[in-house]
């Protein structure tokens, strides 16, 4: 009866899975990444959508902050983008080698034997180039970029952009009217809950037991609508939404130390386990 009680406790762990983001995620914010992103953003914007450089930077940030992405709200408004075009200038003259392997975050990982997923707004080819220098590899059962999310990833239709009506976003801001409808995005990324929904149909995870890392407060303010445990890295301030602050993904351990008591409950049960059968064949 002991052992029953005892296997009942152990066999229902708060959290079976861990999903994370990667950027200023994985890696902290202070690696200039970030920086260097928003700047290829801004000058693909100049140099392949013609726009104009005084506005780019306004255009860049609302577009960002109304679609979740730049590239979403570039598509949402009526630029006739590439997507592998605009990942290969942004990501593609990035330097990943200032990155280094982090074994610290590599041993946390893999000391916990739980579920490990990435969900990236990122192509595959970043997500790679970023897990491969921090020496992540074999870290985690699946990556979720955006490519997973946007399978059909060619331009929809050969009309040049000067051709095209682009629905003008900044006067929209400047001069709101509720009787005009802001364009929809084809792009499905966080922080929209759709885009959530698709990765636990896909992964078959539980948000109720996953623990959702990320260093956008709104990609976790949406995490926790749709039911995730929220760990807003990058921070030690809470916000409405945010479960668990990190100043840096190594504080793991400290914060969460239930995910080790789990761990030791494991081997308790496996040892039980192995007593029970031992005093059955004797």
């Not at 490990?116 to 970043?126: C, L, Q, Y």
């Not at 001069?175 to 698709?198: H, M, R, W, Y």
Request: glycine share 4%.
């Amino acid at each position: 009866m002991a052992y029953e009680e005892n296997f009942q406790k152990t066999s229902a762990p708060k959290y079976d899975c861990l999903l994370f983001d990667i950027d200023d995620t994985l890696y902290p914010f202070s690696s200039g990444l970030a920086t260097l992103v928003k700047n290829n953003i801004q000058e693909y914007m100049t140099q392949k959508l013609g726009i104009q450089e005084d506005k780019v930077q306004e255009l860049c940030l609302s577009l960002y902050k109304i679609y979740g992405t730049t590239m979403a709200g570039l598509k949402a408004v009526g630029y006739d983008l590439d997507y592998d075009d605009f990942h290969r200038f942004v990501h593609g003259r990035l330097p990943y080698s200032t990155l280094k392997p982090d074994p610290i975050l590599r041993n946390i990982i893999l000391s916990l034997p739980i579920r490990k997923v990435v969900f990236t707004n990122a192509d595959k080819a970043h997500a790679a180039k970023i897990i491969a220098r921090l020496g992540l590899e074999d870290c985690f059962e699946r990556i979720i970029s955006f490519e997973t999310l946007n399978p059909f990833t060619k331009t929809e239709s050969p009309v040049a952009t000067e051709t095209r009506e682009i629905f003008d976003i900044s006067s929209y801001i400047a001069n709101p009217d509720p009787s005009v409808e802001l364009p929809k995005t084809p792009v499905i990324c966080k922080p929209s809950e759709g885009a959530f929904e698709q990765v636990f149909k896909m992964t078959n995870i539980n948000p109720h037991k996953t623990l959702f890392f990320d260093d956008s407060i709104r990609n976790i303010q949406t995490g926790k609508r749709v039911g995730l445990h929220t760990v807003w890295v990058g921070t030690s301030h809470k916000a409405e939404g945010v479960d668990i602050a990190l100043e840096h993904i190594h504080n793991i351990r400290e914060a969460l130390p239930e995910l080790w008591d789990a761990v030791d409950d494991k081997a308790e049960e496996i040892r039980a386990r192995q007593k029970v059968a031992i005093e059955t064949i004797a």
